[in-house]
C-alpha cells in the first residue's frame, strides 16, 4: 500500500470552509539544558505542550530523566527568531527568520489556507 | 530503535519533476556537494524536494515504531516476575517513548507537524517497523526481543548517526547512548534462565527464540537486489550500509551469541563458512515479510488498534489542556 | 506450585508492608497506561512515576522482610513478599488497588497518594529506623513531583473544558470514598509511635485535608461531604480488584516454582 503522497497529509482536509483538523495541537517547545553547573545551556530538541509549567515538567521527564541540578529552559517554537548562516555564498540574503519549515509558524492568507 | 529498512514501506513517487529554475539548478549543484564532502544539512538549508519527503517518511516511520514498540513489551510489565525486571522493563519501555519524541522533533523540523504523522499512522498510510506486529508470548520474548531485535534495530542505528540530516543525526546519537542497556538486560535475562533457571524456563527461552529469530532477521529488509531505493538513500547519505551487510553482520554475530546462550537457532541451513569468513544461512521467507508489511500479520490489526484508541481516548485531554491554557492567557497579558 | 508464604504479624513489619504495598500497587496501575496515554509525553510521565514507585516498593518491602527477622521470623526478600503473598496479607489502602480508570481518575488519585506520601516521607526522614528514614530522604523528592504533576493536571481538568470538569468530578465522587482510609488508626500505628518507627497516619490528615482542598478549590471542585464508608485494605481485607490484580501480578512465580530470572 503506498502512502499518500506528502502534500495530502499536510494540505489535511480540502473541503472549503472545514476547520483544518491540525487546529487544536499543543504548541510546540524547544528545550535547553544545561546539565552541570558551569556549562551552557544546550538545544535538546522538541515537545508538544499545552503550557508553559508543563513544558518544564515534560521537558525534565524526557530529556534529563529528572536529574536533579539540571536546569532546563523552554521556549515556544515560534516565538525564536533564528538566522541560519546556512551556506555561505546564497542566492539571496540570509533572512532573519523562523527556527523551522514547520506549516504552523507561518500566517498565510486566508486564500492560501490549503497549501 | 526499530529501523526496518525504509525503502521497503510503500513505493516512492516517481522522478523529481523534469522543468526546474536555474536558481533550483545552481541550489541543487551545492546541495550535492555538500553531500559528496560529507557535510551536515540542517532544517533550513535548502534541500530537494525528494530528499526531504524521503527523511519524513523514515524518520516518521521510526518514530513510529518506537511507539508501537512499547505495546508488544508493555504487555508483561504487569507480570515481570520480579520487581528487578518489572522496573528494568518500565525503563526500557520509557526509554521507548523518549526516543519516539526525539524522532518525531526531528520530522517536525521538516514541516511537518506532530499531529499529521499521527493522522498518517492512524489511517494506515505510514508504516512502522513489522517486527511488531508478533505477538509477545512469555516473558521469554521479552529477553529475546532485547537480545534480537534490539540488537538487528542497534546495528541500524548506529550508522544513521553519521546520516547526511543533522536533526536525525543528533537524535540517532542521544538514541544509540541510551541504547546500549536494552540489548544488554535481554541477553543477561536469557543468560540467567538458560544458566540457572529451570528447565521449564529453557525451553520457554527456546520456544521463544523460534518466534523471534526470522522475523528478527527480516528487520534489515529486503535483499539489496530488490531495494530500488536504497541507491538514492545512500547517495544522499540517509543510508550508509546495505541491508544484506547488514544482515550478514547481524547473523555472524548473533550465531555466536547463541552458543554461549545454549540455544539454538531455528535455521538447518546456519553454518560457518571458512572461506567467506561468514555464516551461511538459510532462505528467508519473503512471502511472510511482504505479507505482515502488507498488513496480514498476527497483530497488525491490534497494534494499530490500541495506537488509535489511546488517541482517540485522549482527545479530551488535550483539549482540556489547550483550553486551560487559553484562560491562562488574557490574564498573563494583564498582569 | 509454590504455596503462598506468610508473613509476620509484627507491627513494625505491617507498618511496613502498608507504606510498601500502596507504593506497589499503585506502581502496578499507574503502568498500565503504558502505551494508552493521551499523548506521549504523558507515556513517559506515568512510567517515570511507575519507576519512583517500585524503587520505593522494593526498599520498603527488603527492609520489611529484614525487619521480620530481626522479630525472629522468617526473612523474605522482596518478590518473596511481593509475589507469594496471598490478597488477605497484602496492607495497601484500597484506594490504590481501584482501576485506572480514566485520565481524570487516574491524576485525582495520583493527587491523594502524593499528597500523602509526601507528608509521610517527610515524618519518615525522622525515623528511628535508619534505613528507612533513608528511604525517606530519597522518596519525599520523588513524591513532591508526583504531588506536582497530578496538582498540575487535576486544574488542568478540572478548569478546562465542560467534558473533563464532568469527568473530574465523577472521579472524584468514586474515589473520595476511598481516601478516608488513608487516617484511620489503629495498633500498628500506635506501636510506631512508641518506638519512633513512623507517626500515625492519621497525624497527617489536616494537612493533607489542607493540600488536597486547595487544588480542588483551584479545579474549581469542593471537598465532597464526610462518608461513612471506610475501605479496609490496610487490614487486608480488600475490594475485589486486588484479587484480579494480583493473580495477574504473581502469575509467572506461581508456574515458574523454583524459577531463576
Given at each position: 500500500?503506498?502512502?499518500?503522497?506528502?502534500?495530502?497529509?499536510?494540505?489535511?482536509?480540502?473541503?472549503?470552509?472545514?476547520?483544518?483538523?491540525?487546529?487544536?495541537?499543543?504548541?510546540?517547545?524547544?528545550?535547553?539544558?544545561?546539565?552541570?553547573?558551569?556549562?551552557?545551556?544546550?538545544?535538546?530538541?522538541?515537545?508538544?505542550?499545552?503550557?508553559?509549567?508543563?513544558?518544564?515538567?515534560?521537558?525534565?521527564?524526557?530529556?534529563?530523566?529528572?536529574?536533579?541540578?539540571?536546569?532546563?529552559?523552554?521556549?515556544?517554537?515560534?516565538?525564536?527568531?533564528?538566522?541560519?548562516?546556512?551556506?555561505?555564498?546564497?542566492?539571496?540574503?540570509?533572512?532573519?527568520?523562523?527556527?523551522?519549515?514547520?506549516?504552523?509558524?507561518?500566517?498565510?492568507?486566508?486564500?492560501?489556507?490549503?497549501? | 530503535?526499530?529501523?526496518?529498512?525504509?525503502?521497503?514501506?510503500?513505493?516512492?513517487?516517481?522522478?523529481?519533476?523534469?522543468?526546474?529554475?536555474?536558481?533550483?539548478?545552481?541550489?541543487?549543484?551545492?546541495?550535492?556537494?555538500?553531500?559528496?564532502?560529507?557535510?551536515?544539512?540542517?532544517?533550513?538549508?535548502?534541500?530537494?524536494?525528494?530528499?526531504?519527503?524521503?527523511?519524513?517518511?523514515?524518520?516518521?516511520?521510526?518514530?513510529?515504531?518506537?511507539?508501537?514498540?512499547?505495546?508488544?513489551?508493555?504487555?508483561?510489565?504487569?507480570?515481570?516476575?520480579?520487581?528487578?525486571?518489572?522496573?528494568?522493563?518500565?525503563?526500557?519501555?520509557?526509554?521507548?517513548?523518549?526516543?519516539?519524541?526525539?524522532?518525531?522533533?526531528?520530522?517536525?523540523?521538516?514541516?511537518?507537524?506532530?499531529?499529521?504523522?499521527?493522522?498518517?499512522?492512524?489511517?494506515?498510510?505510514?508504516?512502522?517497523?513489522?517486527?511488531?506486529?508478533?505477538?509477545?508470548?512469555?516473558?521469554?520474548?521479552?529477553?529475546?526481543?532485547?537480545?534480537?531485535?534490539?540488537?538487528?534495530?542497534?546495528?541500524?542505528?548506529?550508522?544513521?548517526?553519521?546520516?547526511?540530516?543533522?536533526?536525525?543525526?543528533?537524535?540517532?546519537?542521544?538514541?544509540?547512548?541510551?541504547?546500549?542497556?536494552?540489548?544488554?538486560?535481554?541477553?543477561?535475562?536469557?543468560?540467567?534462565?538458560?544458566?540457572?533457571?529451570?528447565?521449564?524456563?529453557?525451553?520457554?527461552?527456546?520456544?521463544?527464540?523460534?518466534?523471534?529469530?526470522?522475523?528478527?532477521?527480516?528487520?534489515?529488509?529486503?535483499?539489496?537486489?530488490?531495494?530500488?531505493?536504497?541507491?538514492?538513500?545512500?547517495?544522499?547519505?540517509?543510508?550508509?550500509?546495505?541491508?544484506?551487510?547488514?544482515?550478514?553482520?547481524?547473523?555472524?554475530?548473533?550465531?555466536?551469541?547463541?552458543?554461549?546462550?545454549?540455544?539454538?537457532?531455528?535455521?538447518?541451513?546456519?553454518?560457518?563458512?571458512?572461506?567467506?569468513?561468514?555464516?551461511?544461512?538459510?532462505?528467508?521467507?519473503?512471502?511472510?515479510?511482504?505479507?505482515?508489511?502488507?498488513?496480514?500479520?498476527?497483530?497488525?490489526?491490534?497494534?494499530?488498534?490500541?495506537?488509535?484508541?489511546?488517541?482517540?481516548?485522549?482527545?479530551?485531554?488535550?483539549?482540556?489542556?489547550?483550553?486551560?491554557?487559553?484562560?491562562?492567557?488574557?490574564?498573563?497579558?494583564?498582569? | 506450585?509454590?504455596?503462598?508464604?506468610?508473613?509476620s504479624?509484627?507491627?513494625?513489619?505491617?507498618?511496613?508492608?502498608?507504606?510498601?504495598?500502596?507504593?506497589?500497587?499503585?506502581?502496578?496501575?499507574?503502568?498500565?497506561?503504558?502505551?494508552?496515554?493521551?499523548?506521549?509525553?504523558?507515556?513517559?510521565?506515568?512510567?517515570?512515576?511507575?519507576?519512583?514507585?517500585?524503587?520505593?516498593?522494593?526498599?520498603?518491602?527488603t527492609?520489611a522482610g529484614e525487619l521480620e527477622a530481626e522479630?525472629?521470623g522468617a526473612r523474605h526478600g522482596?518478590?518473596e513478599?511481593?509475589?507469594?503473598?496471598?490478597?488477605?496479607?497484602?496492607?495497601?489502602?484500597?484506594?490504590?488497588?481501584?482501576?485506572?480508570?480514566?485520565?481524570?481518575?487516574?491524576?485525582?488519585?495520583?493527587?491523594?497518594?502524593?499528597?500523602?506520601?509526601?507528608?509521610?516521607?517527610?515524618?519518615?526522614?525522622?525515623?528511628?529506623?535508619?534505613?528507612?528514614?533513608?528511604?525517606?530522604?530519597?522518596?519525599?523528592?520523588?513524591?513532591?513531583?508526583?504531588?506536582?504533576?497530578?496538582?498540575?493536571?487535576?486544574?488542568?481538568?478540572?478548569?478546562?473544558?465542560?467534558?473533563?470538569?464532568?469527568?473530574?468530578?465523577?472521579?472524584?465522587?468514586?474515589?473520595?470514598?476511598?481516601?478516608?482510609?488513608?487516617?484511620?488508626?489503629?495498633?500498628?500505628?500506635?506501636?510506631?509511635?512508641?518506638?519512633?518507627?513512623?507517626?500515625?497516619?492519621?497525624?497527617?490528615?489536616?494537612?493533607?485535608?489542607?493540600?488536597?482542598?486547595?487544588?480542588?478549590?483551584?479545579?474549581?471542585?469542593?471537598?465532597?461531604?464526610?462518608?461513612?464508608?471506610?475501605?479496609?485494605?490496610?487490614?487486608?481485607?480488600?475490594?475485589?480488584?486486588?484479587?484480579?490484580?494480583?493473580?495477574?501480578?504473581?502469575?509467572?512465580?506461581?508456574?515458574?516454582?523454583?524459577?531463576?530470572?
Amino acid at each position: 500500500m503506498s502512502p499518500a503522497p506528502i502534500q495530502e497529509v499536510i494540505a489535511g482536509t480540502k473541503a472549503e470552509g472545514t476547520p483544518s483538523p491540525h487546529k487544536a495541537e499543543w504548541p510546540l517547545w524547544e528545550v535547553f539544558v544545561r546539565s552541570k553547573a558551569g556549562l551552557d545551556h544546550k538545544h535538546c530538541g522538541s515537545l508538544h505542550a499545552a503550557d508553559p509549567q508543563m513544558a518544564i515538567q515534560l521537558a525534565r521527564d524526557v530529556y534529563t530523566r529528572r536529574q536533579e541540578g539540571t536546569s532546563v529552559w523552554v521556549i515556544r517554537s515560534d516565538q525564536i527568531t533564528a538566522s541560519d548562516p546556512g551556506e555561505k555564498a546564497s542566492y539571496f540574503d540570509p533572512m532573519e527568520d523562523k527556527v523551522y519549515r514547520h506549516p504552523t509558524f507561518y500566517e498565510l492568507p486566508k486564500a492560501l489556507d490549503h497549501m | 530503535m526499530y529501523t526496518q529498512a525504509m525503502d521497503t514501506m510503500g513505493k516512492e513517487e516517481g522522478a523529481p519533476k523534469a522543468v526546474r529554475s536555474a536558481d533550483e539548478l545552481a541550489h541543487q549543484e551545492r546541495f550535492d556537494a555538500r553531500i559528496d564532502a560529507g557535510d551536515f544539512i540542517e532544517a533550513k538549508d535548502w534541500m530537494p524536494e525528494h530528499y526531504r519527503k524521503t527523511l519524513v517518511r523514515q524518520i516518521s516511520q521510526h518514530a513510529h515504531s518506537e511507539i508501537v514498540g512499547m505495546l508488544p513489551e508493555g504487555n508483561w510489565i504487569s507480570r515481570a516476575p520480579t520487581l528487578k525486571r518489572k522496573a528494568i522493563l518500565l525503563a526500557k519501555v520509557q526509554d521507548e517513548a523518549g526516543h519516539g519524541l526525539y524522532l518525531y522533533a526531528a520530522a517536525e523540523t521538516l514541516g511537518i507537524s506532530r499531529d499529521q504523522l499521527f493522522d498518517a499512522l492512524h489511517s494506515g498510510k505510514a508504516k512502522y517497523s513489522s517486527i511488531f506486529n508478533y505477538p509477545t508470548l512469555t516473558w521469554a520474548d521479552m529477553g529475546v526481543i532485547g537480545w534480537l531485535v534490539d540488537g538487528a534495530a542497534i546495528m541500524n542505528q548506529v550508522p544513521l548517526c553519521r546520516c547526511s540530516y543533522a536533526p536525525y543525526a543528533r537524535a540517532m546519537v542521544r538514541i544509540c547512548r541510551e541504547e546500549s542497556f536494552h540489548q544488554r538486560q535481554g541477553f543477561e535475562s536469557l543468560l540467567t534462565m538458560m544458566s540457572h533457571g529451570t528447565d521449564a524456563q529453557k525451553a520457554m527461552v527456546q520456544d521463544a527464540v523460534d518466534r523471534w529469530w526470522w522475523p528478527s532477521i527480516m528487520m534489515f529488509g529486503p535483499p539489496d537486489t530488490e531495494s530500488p531505493n536504497s541507491e538514492q538513500s545512500m547517495k544522499w547519505g540517509i543510508k550508509r550500509i546495505s541491508n544484506d551487510d547488514l544482515r550478514q553482520k547481524f547473523i555472524d554475530a548473533t550465531a555466536e551469541q547463541a552458543k554461549i546462550l545454549g540455544v539454538t537457532l531455528p535455521d538447518p541451513a546456519l553454518r560457518w563458512n571458512e572461506e567467506r569468513d561468514h555464516y551461511d544461512f538459510g532462505a528467508i521467507d519473503w512471502n511472510e515479510f511482504w505479507q505482515v508489511v502488507g498488513g496480514e500479520g498476527p497483530c497488525n490489526r491490534e497494534r494499530l488498534a490500541a495506537r488509535v484508541k489511546a488517541w482517540d481516548d485522549g482527545a479530551w485531554v488535550r483539549e482540556a489542556a489547550l483550553a486551560h491554557a487559553a484562560k491562562q492567557q488574557p490574564l498573563k497579558e494583564a498582569a | 506450585m509454590p504455596s503462598s508464604i506468610t508473613v509476620s504479624s509484627d507491627p513494625s513489619v505491617q507498618y511496613l508492608l502498608r507504606i510498601g504495598d500502596t507504593c506497589l500497587i499503585l506502581a502496578q496501575r499507574l503502568a498500565e497506561w503504558c502505551g494508552h496515554a493521551p499523548i506521549v509525553e504523558e507515556d513517559i510521565a506515568l512510567t517515570n512515576m511507575a519507576l519512583d514507585l517500585v524503587g520505593q516498593a522494593r526498599a520498603v518491602l527488603t527492609r520489611a522482610g529484614e525487619l521480620e527477622a530481626e522479630h525472629g521470623g522468617a526473612r523474605h526478600g522482596e518478590d518473596e513478599l511481593a509475589f507469594l503473598r496471598d490478597e488477605r496479607d497484602f496492607h495497601n489502602c484500597t484506594l490504590v488497588e481501584l482501576p485506572r480508570g480514566d485520565f481524570a481518575a487516574t491524576m485525582l488519585r495520583n493527587l491523594a497518594v502524593a499528597i500523602f506520601l509526601e507528608l509521610l516521607w517527610q515524618r519518615l526522614q525522622g525515623s528511628s529506623d535508619a534505613e528507612l528514614a533513608a528511604i525517606a530522604g530519597k522518596a519525599v523528592k520523588e513524591a513532591r513531583y508526583h504531588r506536582e504533576h497530578a496538582a498540575d493536571w487535576v486544574v488542568r481538568l478540572g478548569d478546562g473544558t465542560a467534558e473533563s470538569a464532568a469527568r473530574l468530578k465523577a472521579a472524584l465522587d468514586l474515589l473520595w470514598p476511598y481516601m478516608a482510609e488513608l487516617f484511620e488508626g489503629d495498633g500498628v500505628d500506635d506501636q510506631a509511635v512508641a518506638t519512633g518507627l513512623g507517626p500515625r497516619w492519621s497525624e497527617l490528615q489536616d494537612d493533607w485535608r489542607e493540600g488536597f482542598a486547595s487544588v480542588l478549590t483551584a479545579a474549581r471542585l469542593a471537598l465532597p461531604a464526610e462518608r461513612a464508608f471506610r475501605s479496609t485494605g490496610k487490614l487486608g481485607r480488600h475490594s475485589e480488584h486486588l484479587g484480579f490484580l494480583l493473580a495477574e501480578m504473581q502469575h509467572l512465580q506461581r508456574s515458574f516454582p523454583g524459577g531463576v530470572w
